[in-house]
């Protein structure tokens, strides 16, 4: 992790601000809310279809101190749309001001991009591990105690090769993983993603939680493609949590069409996507960034 003197030299050249500890909405004024009550992540629904307008998405909003907000439960506010979380935490938000920043060196980026995943992924797997119970000895007494299921790992599936550096700490954030690498390369010219490297299995065990880490979601086509490959082995969208440092509305668009029940949890929303297919602001290519090649 960044000392805290470097995180401050990477976001060094911007103009800076200071805002209250309070945490305050990302959610724009335009938004449509459905409950005014906080919740501990600022959750968007997706509905389709989506309209898209700039210079803002615009997407319904959802916020409620239901289990629902943390579990990604089916309820009667959420039914089966995909939703969308973004987590309103200070950490999140200093991470990605320090990716957006192009005076960030090649390797602060990727430690910072590894900082936000573990915040991501800790967002994402509230409430969604499974456990188990029990009783030990502490040097006191006998207490009753509640771990994580070993028995059942949480397949992770970074997304090559930006998505290596937002998954750093998936494994040190949850006790039981496994890692199987996807690799999509998305053609310049016509935005089509191309597979170079496929780890999957051939058949996913039934009930299996998949994580699938994919730090830019811009047009759509790359995590669409890597969505229906799990599908393919016999995944379910519910089964699915997406974690991706920026996402933008044409990719949230196709993901909500295609996967009714698919949860994506994002360190921010960006308006657009330029015609060279880039989020804008976004930061760059990540995956550049992460590995200055």
């Given amino acids: 992790m960044p000392s805290p003197a470097t995180a401050a030299a990477a976001v060094a050249g911007a103009p800076l601000h200071r805002r209250p500890c309070a945490p305050r909405s990302l959610v724009p004024a335009s938004y449509s809310p459905v409950s005014p009550t906080l919740a501990e992540s600022a959750r968007h629904t997706a509905p389709a279809p989506l309209l898209v307008h700039r210079p803002r998405p615009s997407l319904a909003v959802a916020r409620a101190a239901s289990p629902d907000a943390a579990t990604g ?9 995909m939703l969308v979380f973004v987590p ?12 957006r920043n192009e005076q960030t060196p090649c390797a602060v980026f990727r430690s910072a991009m590894a900082e936000l995943g573990r915040l991501l992924i800790y967002e994402a ?4 591990l499974p456990t188990i119970t029990g009783e030990i000895q502490t040097p006191v007494a006998v207490s009753s105690v509640e771990f994580i299921d070993p028995r059942e790992p949480v397949m992770v599936v970074p997304i090559l090769r930006a998505g290596l550096a937002l998954a750093e700490n998936a494994s040190s954030i949850l006790p039981a993983t496994k890692t199987y690498h996807l690799g999509l390369r998305r053609d310049e010219e016509t935005l089509q993603p191309s597979i170079y490297l496929n780890n999957l299995p051939d058949k996913i065990p039934e009930g299996t939680r998949v994580l699938v880490v994919d730090p ?3 047009t759509g086509g790359t ?9 393919d082995r016999g995944v379910t969208s519910k089964q699915i949590k ?3 440092a920026v996402a933008a509305p044409p990719a949230l668009q196709k993901l909500s069409n295609k996967f009714p029940g698919l949860h994506v949890y994002a360190g921010m929303i960006d308006s657009e996507v330029d015609e060279k297919g880039y989020i804008v602001p976004g930061l760059g290519d990540a995956g550049d960034r992460s590995f200055a090649t």
């Fill in 242 to 244: 997406i974690v991706s």
């Fill in 216 to 218: 830019m979601l811009a």
């Fill in 223 to 231: 995590i669409v493609a890597a969505v229906d490959l799990l599908i």
């Fill in 73 to 81: 439960a089916r309820s009667p506010l959420s039914g089966g749309q």
């Fill in 125 to 128: 797997s509230r409430d969604w």
């Fill in 88 to 99: 309103p935490h200070p950490l999140i938000k200093h991470w990605v001001s320090v990716l």
